[in-house]
Every structure is written in C-alpha cells, then in structure tokens.
C-alpha cells in the first residue's frame, strides 16, 4: 500500500515538476515538430536511431542526438519507469547557444550557470 502511494506521489511529481518524458515515435527521421517536454526517441526494426527535443535553454533550437553505436559521437539513453530519460554523456552544443547540460531522469542540469537573457 505504502509503495503504491509513494509510486503515485512520485508520478505526480514528475508530471508537477515538468520533467521531461519519452515519447517513442517509429522511423529514423524526427518528426518536423517536436511536442514541448517531450524527448522524441527514434526506433525503426527495434533500433534506437536518435533522440530530439528542444533545448532547455529557451532559444527554440532542436537538438538531435544519435544513439547507435557505430555512430560518433553517440549518447546512451536510459528511461525510468516514469518514462523520463537520462542521457550521457553530456549535452554540449557547439554552435547557436552553446548550452552544455546533462539530462538525468528527465531533468536538466547545467554545466555551469546560464548567461542571464534580456
Ligand atoms: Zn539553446
């Protein structure tokens, strides 16, 4: 009884907290709009091609990661079971805002602290 009270609680904190969520879509191309905290995650014949969402940073970039081994570089993807992802390493964009971030169990946590936005 206590597990599944705590199971709800935490369910609700997550949905309450924003965190990000999976969204598995077919295909091996993100689909043109990317719904907002969603990681769309790319699964074709049961292989993981890549994850997408938009960048926490606010600029409205979309940020796309692959996921298949051969690739280089790759990211690894893990999903709780409240369906949030983490991903590593980290996130580091090398162009646009230059945000660099982990993803961890749906959350962002940033490198370091984010240029205030006027
Ligand atoms: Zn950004």
Same mark, same amino acid.
């Given at each position: ?42 699964? =074709? ?18 940020? =796309? ?6 690739? =280089? ?46």
């Amino acid at each position: 009884m206590i597990a599944w009270l705590q199971d709800v609680l935490e369910r609700l904190a997550a949905w309450w907290c924003g965190d990000l969520r999976v969204l598995c879509v077919e295909g091996d191309t993100l689909p043109l709009k990317i719904p907002q905290k969603r990681l769309v995650h790319m699964v =074709e014949d049961d292989v993981s091609w890549s994850v997408g969402f938009t960048c926490p940073c606010g600029c409205g970039d979309v940020i =796309e990661l692959l996921l298949l081994r051969i690739a =280089e570089p790759h990211w690894s993807l893990s999903v709780d079971r409240f369906g949030r992802p983490t991903l590593h390493p980290s996130i580091w964009k090398k162009t646009g805002c230059k945000s660099h971030f982990w993803l961890r169990s749906g959350r962002v946590v940033w490198a370091e602290p984010q240029p205030k936005r006027i």
